[in-house]
């Protein structure tokens, strides 16, 4: 929006959303994807638990299902924001296509990292995917100077890293 506060049924809607709270993600392989996340990323896990298919679950995600293992990992020097792996048990699950970036639907994390090339490089010793073999520098706008690289999960959910640029733009 343009700074204007909009109105809907009574209701400001610029006051509807009050934060961030936690990205979820859908993995095949709990276990395989905190090796990614835990090992490789240092996200920290915060606690995992394992739902039984109760109602709410049903109510809320329109599924059948058995049960969901749900691990929240708090991203280190954040205030209370995580990344929730869910595992889900007893549905119809299947694997998507490689999805790209690029493609309309798909969604991807963006870190921010301290050095970026050496994560990449750890996550490539590690045999893990990536989009590159090196951190891009970003050349314009706001975050000129900055470094970029991509990471693929396990499951082929693509993580960037983001490594602030040593001198501001103004």
Same mark, same amino acid.
């Given at each position: 929006?343009?700074? /204007? @506060?909009? /109105?809907?049924? #009574? ?8 934060? +961030? +709270?936690? #990205? #979820?993600? *859908? ?8 090796? +990614? ?22 109510? %809320? ?6 049960? =969901? ?10 205030? *209370? ?13 299947? !694997?998507? !296509?490689? $999805?790209? $970036?690029?493609? $309309?639907?798909? #969604? @991807?994390? =963006? ?6 090339? &050496?994560?990449?490089?750890? %996550? ?6 990536? /989009? ?6 970003? !050349?314009? *706008? !706001?975050? /000129?100077?900055?470094? &970029? ?6 499951? *082929?959910?693509?993580?960037?890293? +983001?490594?602030?640029? &040593?001198? $501001?733009?103004?």
């Amino acid at each position: 929006m343009d700074g /204007r @506060h909009v /109105r809907e049924h #009574g209701v400001d809607v610029a006051t509807l959303v009050s934060g +961030f +709270f936690h #990205g #979820g993600i *859908g993995v095949a392989d709990m276990e395989r994807s905190l090796a +990614f996340y835990r090992d490789l990323l240092g996200l920290e896990v915060q606690f995992d638990v394992t739902l039984d298919a109760v109602d709410y679950v049903r109510a %809320a995600l329109g599924i059948e299902m058995r049960d =969901c293992r749900v691990v929240y990992l708090r991203v280190p020097g954040s205030d *209370g924001v995580f990344v929730e792996l869910l595992e889900y048990h007893g549905t119809d699950a299947r !694997p998507t !296509p490689e $999805p790209r $970036p690029w493609d $309309p639907g798909t #969604g @991807h994390l =963006c870190l921010h990292v301290t050095d970026a090339q &050496a994560l990449l490089d750890r %996550a490539i010793a590690a045999g893990y995917r990536t /989009r590159s073999s090196r951190a891009a520098t970003i !050349p314009v *706008g !706001p975050n /000129r100077g900055a470094l &970029a690289a991509w990471l693929v999960d396990p499951d *082929g959910y693509h993580i960037e890293l +983001f490594q602030r640029s &040593a001198t $501001p733009t103004a």
